[in-house]
């Protein structure tokens, strides 16, 4: 990875390459926890424990992007949702920068190439009362797996880049080209951009405007995904014809 393209302070002026790591994020928790400073990256060519959101397991063989980068914001617990689609954003555009592959978004934060899933984003908080302390955005993506390095259910859904494009991917540049979106969007979002990040979100969304079965934890409901609102909640209309604002949740595509 080029670091000559990053100052320090920057997203990604450190860099800690790791051949086998449990969890990325696991790393970057601990390295929060004590003086490593904002924009430190933790990156793994394997990673044995891998943690998804709602405490699904993230499977991600050699081959793969494993990253966690560490975050030091000055954002409202509430804002923290903006930072996770940012961060969605800006990994979706240098995914199609450097192959070429449209990368939809579903809502929140999972990465998908014609209804399959490319990737994905778990961001984890340090919280002291209501002052956010820092943030690790563990980012997921198959870059270089092939059908052999999942189980068959679970390549059912999944893709890779290599399995869209037809060749190896090189992860460095991937990395490089992720890592600069994603410093251009958090300075969007630290610096009064939200609304374009809101914008560029839907445009490249792959859950407005279809029908979805989402699952809160509490309830599962079944409805229209009509909009994201300026917190980056998804807005659904119901069968009952009631909207409801969703803060949360496990998003299914319906036919």
């Given amino acids: 990875m080029d670091k000559g393209k990053h100052f320090e302070g920057q997203i990604g002026s450190h860099v800690i390459s790791l051949k086998t790591a ?7 928790m601990e390295l929060g926890a004590g003086d490593a400073p904002h924009g430190t990256v933790v990156v793994a060519s394997r990673q044995t424990m891998g943690r998804g959101r709602l405490g699904r397991l993230w499977v991600s063989p050699k081959g793969n992007i494993s990253m966690s980068i560490l975050l030091r914001p000055t954002l ?12 969605a954003v800006s990994c979706a555009q240098a995914l199609k920068k450097v192959t070429g592959v449209h990368i939809g978004i579903k809502w929140p934060n999972d990465l998908m190439v014609s209804g399959r899933k490319l990737g994905g984003i778990l961001t984890e908080t340090k919280l002291r ?8 955005v563990g980012i997921g993506i198959n870059v270089n797996s092939d059908a052999n390095d999942f189980s068959p259910e679970l390549w059912r859904t999944a893709t890779s880049l290599r399995a869209e494009t037809g060749r190896e991917v090189p992860k460095d540049i991937l ?3 992720m890592l600069d979106r994603i410093g251009f969007w958090y300075g969007m979002l630290t610096t009064g951009g939200r609304e374009c990040i809101l914008n560029e979100w839907r445009n490249l969304s792959s859950t407005l405007g279809r029908k979805i079965r989402i699952s809160t934890g509490k309830e599962t409901l079944k409805g229209f995904a009509e909009a994201l609102d300026c917190e980056g909640n998804l807005v659904v209309r119901l069968c009952s014809g009631a909207r409801k604002v969703i803060s949360a949740g496990a998003v299914t595509m319906v036919r």
């Fill in 129 to 136: 009362g209501k002052r956010v302390i820092f943030v690790v």
């Fill in 76 to 87: 409202r617990p509430a804002e923290l949702r903006l930072l996770t689609l940012s961060v």
């Fill in 175 to 177: 990395m490089t080209e």
């Fill in 22 to 28: 449990d969890s990325t994020n696991s790393i970057a």
